[in-house]
């Protein structure tokens, strides 16, 4: 693990590693179940943008039985930010969850997430953060907010009601129930729910097709869908044309032509 310039780089809150042009990111503090202090939110920031230079797809997991249950609310977390006059919960979100949260909204290849256990609070925003989120049978996801007098954040607001719509974003968010990973996708909250002993070799499965993938073609289809349901229709096919363009100009296009007229697999270089 280095920074730019060659200074080496410690984790203490996640665990980072790359093979094979995936990056696997780790949330690793399993005492509290992967709680996410201001200390974790900093280190996964800086691990999604170590990634985005050192591989081609992303797997954001957790270590041990939580994937992360949300804000460490007894040390760095949004409570105990450091404020001057009238208490301000939401200064936190703004100087290190918020940046997070972009930070895998603009990542520039696709993000699989791979939700071991609990994944509440910002831990259920940041798995639903994944382009492709694949849960462990024993996994649950909890808008647990109300249950301390506070409200969703994360982009939870905005996620739920386009992911699952309005009544069942309401439910998660008014009620905080837990919703188990095999109603998750049910709801369609979720791509895939395997038993647990699976869910990082299918993890990696899909992070390898990613990973292999033609990554300029990916990169813009990530990006077309996530904004796509902000955009008038007119404006959306406008710049699907622009990206047509640009993918049409790539290696990886004409070796994907080459490949389907040879009726063969094709080998996709990233360029």
Known sequence: QELQGGAPMTFTKITYSVSDNIATIALNDPATMNAAGIDTATELALAF?????????????????GFCSGANLSGGGVTNAPVQGKPDAGKALDQWYNPLIMAMREHPHPIITAVNGAAAGVGCS????????????????????????????GGSTYLLPRNIGKARAMEMALLGDKIPAAKALDW?????VVAHDDLMPTAI??????????TVSLSMIRSLIWDGGEREFNEQLHL?????RTAGRTKDFGEGVKAFLEKRPAKFTGQ
Not at 49 to 65: C, F, K, P, S, W
Not at 205 to 214: R, Y
């Open 49 to 65: 943008e170590m990634a985005a230079d050192e591989a081609r797809a992303t797997i954001l997991t957790g270590n041990g039985r």
């Open 126 to 153: 940041i798995a639903l953060m994944g382009d492709l989120i694949v849960a462990s049978e024993n996994a649950y996801f909890l808008q647990a907010f109300r249950r301390i007098g506070l409200v969703p954040d």
């Open 188 to 192: 369609g909250l979720i791509n895939r």
């Open 205 to 214: 499965e899909l992070a390898s097709e990613m990973a292999n993938g033609p």
């Open 240 to 244: 699907e044309r622009v990206a047509q």
